[in-house]
Every structure is written in structure tokens, then in C-alpha cells.
């Protein structure tokens, strides 16, 4: 375990870039084997409007590295956070480590995303895509990617989380980006075995339905036991009835081109069908939500 934090405190950044593009290279040969849906698009174009969100996102995470290490390196000299309050092994420290930053840097900043109105305008473009696939993943305007890393900032500090436990934390996450957006078949009762503890590919795509209530459920990035906990978990019979992107936005020339895609959190806002910032509506599609 030593060796593995160590690696992580001192990450080459070729090891960071092999997850990111190795991993969309990867699932992007598989989702042409065994493909959920059969998209009708153009894929090269596509892929080429979410890299570009890629690479915005991986600028930005650049550019606000300092303050993410500078806090991490600051709670670790004193000591201070969660994970200092008992004495515990470092295989402990990691696991905890792990989850609680999944639980605030990511579960908490979804959920927020879909709560607050002004931040969901933001997050609203990575909903937009109706064609889910593993770019889809790293489709964040760079708004969000601000908000997504601030959140990580105070995961850190409330936490105690060290550097070596963040960078193996970044590393799980954009894996797991790619695993549960990637159109991908993978078995049913496997899908539903692992969503007991991990996100899983299936248990994502239903969080891509186009409407309510569906679009707020499922928020979770690694670990599927915060959406188990706080009643957030759904699940859908057949996941190819799902219809992907959201319903203020089905338009083509809306989410599909890189420049409306980016003023999109500048416009009126359009609440969609369903509970989000308006009346409740139902749906019809058929799902279990598990508390």
C-alpha cells in the first residue's frame, strides 16, 4: 500500500494521460464489438466536440493543480481533517480516504449541480448529449469544470485527504468516466450485482434519460452505495427504452454545436418537464427507485 501512495504522490503525467486517452481509445473500440445502441452519427464529430470539453476541463484542472496540492500538502503537515481525528493504518486512510472524496467531490457536487438552478445550467450541457458514448464522459462546459474542482478542493481539506490519496482518487474517477458512459452491452445480473457498491454502466445511463424523474437520480461517480444510502437509486427494466439528452434541449442545432453548447448557461433559463425548479410530473417509463 506504501508503494502505491508513493506512486501516486510523484504520478508521471504520461501514467495520468494513458488513463484519459488510453481508456477513451479503449472503450471507443468496444463500443464498436458490443454496442448497447446503434447511434446513427457521426462519431469522429462528435468525439470532436467532447474532447474539446476534454480539453478545456484538463487546462482549467492544470491551471487550479497549485491549490488542490497546496491544500493537500497544508492538511497533511497538520494534520488536520477526518482522517486525523483516529489513529488508523494507511490501508485504512485510503480506502476513507477514497470514499469520502467520492462522496464530496463528486456525489455532493452532482446533486448540488441538479438542485441549484444556476449551477445546473452549467451541467445541463453534459446532459445534452443524445448520443451517450465514452466522450461523453468528459463533455463538462468549463463553468462546471470550476465547480466540479472546487468541490474537490473542499473534499481535500475537509477530509485530510494527502496528495498520494487525490491523485489515485482523479485517476479512479476518470476511469470510471469512461467505464459508466461508454455504449457498452454488459450483462444484466453482472450490471446489477456490482451497482450494490460501483457505478455501473448500466445503473449511469439511466441518470442520461431525457426527463424527469430519471435525470435526478443516480448521481454517483465511483461508488454506488451514497446513491443506495440517500435514496437517490434507480433502476430501469430494459435500459434501450432510455432515450438520451434532455428534453429542453433535443434540438440538433442546439446540442450538437460547439457554440451554442458553450453559451448554453447564459441563456433564459428553459425548466423541463417534471419536478426540477417547477411543478412534478410523472413519467412513463418503468423504474425502481430503492431507498
Given at each position: 500500500?506504501?508503494?502505491?501512495?508513493?506512486?501516486?504522490?510523484?504520478?508521471?503525467?504520461?501514467?495520468?494521460?494513458?488513463?484519459?486517452?488510453?481508456g477513451?481509445?479503449i472503450?471507443?473500440?468496444?463500443e464498436?464489438?458490443?454496442?448497447?445502441f446503434?447511434?446513427?452519427?457521426?462519431?469522429?464529430?462528435?468525439?470532436?466536440i467532447?474532447?474539446?470539453?476534454?480539453?478545456?476541463?484538463?487546462?482549467i484542472?492544470?491551471?487550479?493543480?497549485g491549490?488542490?496540492y497546496?491544500?493537500s500538502?497544508w492538511?497533511?503537515?497538520?494534520?488536520?481533517?477526518?482522517?486525523?481525528?483516529v489513529?488508523?493504518?494507511l490501508?485504512?486512510?485510503?480506502i476513507?480516504?477514497?470514499?469520502?472524496?467520492?462522496?464530496?467531490?463528486a456525489?455532493?457536487?452532482?446533486?448540488?449541480e441538479?438542485?441549484?438552478?444556476?449551477?445546473w445550467?452549467?451541467?445541463l450541457?453534459?446532459?445534452?448529449?443524445?448520443?451517450v458514448d465514452?466522450?461523453?464522459?468528459?463533455?463538462?462546459?468549463?463553468?462546471?469544470?470550476?465547480?466540479?474542482?472546487?468541490?474537490?478542493?473542499?473534499?481535500?481539506?475537509v477530509?485530510?485527504?494527502?496528495?498520494?490519496i487525490?491523485?489515485?482518487?482523479?485517476s479512479l474517477?476518470v476511469?470510471f468516466?469512461?467505464?459508466?458512459?461508454?455504449?457498452?452491452?454488459m450483462?444484466v445480473?453482472?450490471d446489477?450485482a456490482l451497482?450494490?457498491?460501483?457505478?455501473?454502466?448500466?445503473?449511469h445511463?439511466?441518470?442520461?434519460h431525457?426527463?424527469?424523474?430519471?435525470?435526478?437520480?443516480n448521481?454517483g461517480?465511483?461508488?454506488?452505495?451514497?446513491?443506495?444510502?440517500f435514496?437517490t437509486f434507480?433502476q430501469?427494466?430494459?435500459?434501450?427504452?432510455?432515450?438520451?439528452?434532455?428534453?429542453?434541449?433535443?434540438?440538433?442545432?442546439?446540442?450538437d454545436?460547439?457554440?451554442?453548447?458553450l453559451?448554453?448557461?447564459?441563456?433564459?433559463?428553459?425548466p423541463?418537464s417534471?419536478?426540477?425548479?417547477?411543478?412534478?410530473?410523472?413519467?412513463?417509463?418503468e423504474?425502481?427507485?430503492?431507498?
Amino acid at each position: 500500500m506504501e508503494t502505491l501512495i508513493e506512486f501516486f504522490e510523484d504520478v508521471p503525467t504520461t501514467f495520468r494521460a494513458g488513463i484519459l486517452i488510453g481508456g477513451i481509445f479503449i472503450f471507443w473500440v468496444m463500443e464498436g464489438v458490443i454496442p448497447l445502441f446503434q447511434f446513427q452519427y457521426k462519431k469522429v464529430r462528435h468525439a470532436g466536440i467532447n474532447l474539446f470539453f476534454t480539453a478545456c476541463t484538463a487546462i482549467i484542472g492544470f491551471g487550479l493543480a497549485g491549490v488542490l496540492y497546496w491544500v493537500s500538502s497544508w492538511v497533511a503537515e497538520n494534520n488536520f481533517g477526518l482522517l486525523y481525528l483516529v489513529e488508523m493504518p494507511l490501508w485504512a486512510k485510503v480506502i476513507l480516504g477514497v470514499l469520502f472524496l467520492d462522496l464530496i467531490g463528486a456525489y455532493l457536487a452532482h446533486w448540488t449541480e441538479h438542485k441549484v438552478k444556476w449551477m445546473w445550467k452549467f451541467h445541463l450541457v453534459h446532459h445534452s448529449d443524445t448520443t451517450v458514448d465514452v466522450t461523453t464522459g468528459l463533455r463538462h462546459h468549463p463553468g462546471e469544470t470550476v465547480i466540479r474542482i472546487s468541490y474537490t478542493i473542499f473534499a481535500v481539506f475537509v477530509i485530510g485527504a494527502p496528495i498520494g490519496i487525490v491523485m489515485l482518487y482523479q485517476s479512479l474517477s476518470v476511469l470510471f468516466a469512461h467505464l459508466t458512459h461508454a455504449n457498452i452491452v454488459m450483462p444484466v445480473k453482472i450490471d446489477r450485482a456490482l451497482s450494490w457498491i460501483f457505478i455501473t454502466p448500466l445503473m449511469h445511463k439511466v441518470h442520461h434519460h431525457y426527463t424527469q424523474p430519471l435525470t435526478d437520480t443516480n448521481y454517483g461517480n465511483i461508488f454506488a452505495i451514497w446513491d443506495r444510502l440517500f435514496g437517490t437509486f434507480a433502476q430501469v427494466d430494459d435500459t434501450r427504452e432510455l432515450t438520451y439528452g434532455i428534453d429542453t434541449h433535443m434540438d440538433p442545432d442546439e446540442n450538437d454545436k460547439l457554440g451554442n453548447l458553450l453559451k448554453i448557461p447564459f441563456q433564459q433559463y428553459r425548466p423541463p418537464s417534471g419536478s426540477k425548479f417547477g411543478e412534478e410530473e410523472q413519467e412513463n417509463i418503468e423504474w425502481t427507485n430503492i431507498e
